[in-house]
């Protein structure tokens, strides 16, 4: 059984690899493996339906084998690096998902636009 929780992610993305880079270098105890979308593809059959779903938003699948995304997926990655737990805790306190999630989500739809001196071909671009 796989004791490292998987971060599935857009390889395609400049802002889902930088987040992969530093999360790397904040992840002292090697809690996590990182997979891109790309390369899970290779390995699982993906729907274009499942695609499109990571691509919106990483995905994480803990130990247990239960997933998280989005917003979750990262304060989960946050509490278990040191130098970000105490940020990663606050996003585990009552109410900071109602500012949480939403923000993430807003972030995560626009990436296209406030990255698109980093992004070639509309590849983080959101479908609509």
Known sequence: MERK???????????CRQT??????LDW???FRWLSLQEYEKRQTVSSKQREVIRGEIHL????????????AVRFMLVRCPLTAPLGFLMY???????????????AKNR?????????NGVCKLPQ
């Open 93 to 107: 306190l009552p109410y900071a998902e109602v500012i949480g999630d939403p923000l993430y989500r807003l972030i």
């Open 29 to 31: 105890f090697g809690a």
């Open 61 to 72: 699948v803990k130990p247990d084998g239960k997933i998280s995304t989005g917003y979750q």
């Open 20 to 25: 992969k880079q530093v999360i790397k270098l």
């Open 112 to 120: 296209y636009r406030i990255f698109k001196n980093k992004c070639t």
């Open 5 to 15: 929780s998987i971060v599935l992610y857009d390889g395609d993305c400049y802002l």
